[in-house]
């Protein structure tokens, strides 16, 4: 959420308040990272482990206190410096102007009225930091060398962001300056306002935030001190943890993926001005053109003058705002809590479950969701509970009854209920699993909202609460509908109502699209299981012949194969493809609409443009 900059008003790379040897330092990091690098801790000792991690940061950041790479003025000064560099590269800049909203911090308002669907921002490749302009600078012989760096091109944007920084000539000065000078991520938390999020369900996530985050910094502190190839870059007497933790969310807040200059595969970019936009419910309006060569951006509804122009960030949900994004979106509808199923291996219905759900392209095993809206769930979790509550009778019926290859179709349309007891059981199970979900929070709705009133609540801490409660209202909504319809399907049954009975006539009924089954795993709507560990860098040294791409981390505590710019051969479709590492992290995942709007124009490639901040 954009504010006001708290930069430093010192000198780039002065101002330290004390002295700390380079052996001292060096020490420090060398615990730190064989602290962020030592075996899992076991369940229930996150918190400690994430103590005695933060711990040892705010001893470093103590000693670092004055060293960091600062401007002179506050961020809004260098707004008119921004925009006349766009002009000069031949950005768009003739129907806004950055102003600020309050609450919702800087974005863009228009100076005349814009029609929805108006092209009204382009900005030129020119503009952008990639990771192939990254190859292209100062960081380019240390990225030849380094593994970490080649495999995540997240990684790479924030050292080649503070590399750029700090060099007084750099072309991207006029962008850089105007980036917040600090972030409403849970990097920036502090410990009691992170206690907070204990027990709701964003809380590993930002504790493996943090943890990954020191353990990338602590490497690359000795990779500049020590790799020859990191000896001309301009951060080995100014790369304190602060600059890292700014240059993390950064990226983590406004990394998109654009097609390379050939378009055969994506990478990742920065792209100014249009960063400055706050996200609103919509739908996706960004897009690539490969021909000129630029992002460019169609306005999402038609803006009056003096209006703010938004655009739609992505279908996330406010965990994932919180901890990628750094705010809490109040009218989101895409909020969802995950919640984890399975059927039971050791279960004596095991195979037939697992092979019902197989034909109606279902995990035996997943993590689905449970939405704020009505009903709290989706087609593909209907289908999932009644497989989980058959009978044995009523699983044979779906396999070798009489249609059964059809029927399949129906398990996910509420027409067609498979029996009233099923309805009965599913529901109760469900009203079941959400009411001992809430149990799991320390503190009631009513306690949180009581918390939200005190005028003196801190905005962290505010944004968690705030989060704590929308799971606990998601929850409470499920347990309600549970009830409602366990309710009537019981009353169905009492009163010997005739179940609907399934017709291949009955085929045009399932023509609504979330109740189509199968489904090809279309992401569930919902998360697809983690099922990377986390690599461990405890062996990994700065010589880069050691490093493991196979495994690395991410900037927002994630794992994945590569990263978020996995390159696709030419002539695959990487418009619409989602690839692996995308599935298991979340600040690189691009959403299904993204897939459906790629097919409108050849000439478009569309961004995974939600991993931005509100600013």
């Known amino acids: 959420m954009g504010k006001k900059s708290r930069v430093k008003t010192q000198k780039s790379g002065t101002g330290a308040t004390a002295a700390v040897s380079p052996k001292e330092m060096m020490n420090l990091i060398s615990e730190l990272l064989q602290k962020c690098s030592s075996t899992a801790p076991s369940p229930g000792k996150e918190w400690e482990e994430y103590v005695q991690i933060r711990a040892l940061v705010e001893k470093i950041r103590k000693k670092q206190k004055g060293m960091s790479v600062s401007f002179e003025g506050t961020r809004e000064e260098f707004f008119s410096e921004l925009m006349a560099w766009a002009t000069e590269c031949g950005a768009s800049c003739d129907c806004f102007e950055i102003s600020n909203f309050a609450d919702e911090g800087y974005g863009l308002k228009a100076i005349r009225d814009i029609k929805a669907e108006e092209l009204f921002l382009w900005v030129p490749r020119k503009m952008l930091m990639t990771v192939e302009s990254a190859k292209n600078s100062v960081l380019g012989p240390l990225y030849s060398q380094d593994r970490i760096l080649q495999a995540m091109g997240n990684v790479t944007l924030a050292i080649h962001l503070l590399c750029e920084r700090a060099n007084p000539s750099s072309p991207w000065l006029p962008y850089i300056k105007t980036l917040p000078a600090d972030y409403d991520t849970p990097l920036y938390f502090e410990e009691d306002e992170v206690r907070h999020l204990l027990a709701t369900q964003a809380i590993q996530d930002v504790l493996s935030q943090y943890k990954n985050t020191a353990r990338q910094y602590a490497y690359f502190y000795k990779v500049i001190h020590t790799h020859p190839n990191a000896s001309k870059l301009p951060l080995k007497d100014a790369f304190t943890f602060d600059d890292y933790r700014w240059a993390v969310s950064s990226v983590m807040t406004r990394q998109n993926q654009i097609p390379t200059a050939d378009g055969s595969r994506v990478t990742l970019a920065l792209i100014p001005l249009w960063d400055m936009c706050n996200h609103t419910n919509g739908l996706i309006t960004t897009g690539y053109n490969l021909e ?63 092979e019902v759900l197989a034909r109606a392209g279902i995990p035996a095993s997943s993590i689905f969701a449970l939405h704020c809206s009505e009903p709290p769930i989706s087609a593909q979790l209907l289908a999932f509970l009644r497989v989980f509550c058959m009978t044995e009778e009523e699983l044979r019926d779906y396999l070798v009854g009489d249609h059964a290859i059809n029927k399949i179709f129906t398990l996910g349309n509420t027409e067609f209920p498979v029996s009233w007891e099923n309805e009965i059981k599913l529901w109760t199970f469900l ?77 045009a009924l399932l023509e609504n699209a979330d109740a189509k089954l199968p489904i090809i795993l279309r992401k569930l709507e919902e998360e697809d299981e983690h099922v990377q560990e986390e690599m461990s860098l405890a062996q990994i040294k700065p010589d880069a012949a050691g490093l493991d791409s196979s495994k690395t981390p991410v900037l927002n505590g994630q794992c994945k194969d590569l990263n978020g710019t996995q390159e696709d051969p030419p002539g695959s479709d990487a418009v619409v493809k989602e690839s692996e590492a995308e599935k298991h992290d979340p600040s690189t995942k691009r959403t299904e609409a993204q897939g459906e709007e790629a097919g409108r124009d050849t000439r478009s490639f569309l961004m995974d443009f939600h991993n931005k901040t509100r600013d």
Not at 332 to 348: C, F, M, P, T
């Open 431 to 507: 009203e079941t699993r959400a009411a001992l979900l809430l149990k799991t929070y320390k503190t009631t709705s009513e306690e949180d909202r009581s918390m939200l009133e005190k005028p003196d609540l801190s905005l962290h801490s505010r944004i968690a609460i705030k989060l704590r409660l929308a799971e606990k209202e998601i929850l409470e909504r499920a347990v309600s509908c549970g009830r409602a319809k366990r309710l009537h399907f019981q009353k169905q049954l009492d009163e010997g109502i005739p179940l609907p009975l399934y017709e291949e006539s009955d085929i």
């Open 292 to 354: 000129d060569d630029r992002c460019e951006f169609m306005a999402l509804k038609d803006y009056k003058e003096a209006e703010q122009i938004y655009i739609f960030y992505g279908t996330r949900s406010n965990a994932e705002f919180v901890i990628h994004n750094g705010f809490f979106f109040e009218d989101n509808a895409h909020d969802r809590v995950k919640i984890k199923l399975g059927v039971s291996k050791s279960e004596r219905l095991y195979a037939m479950k697992a």
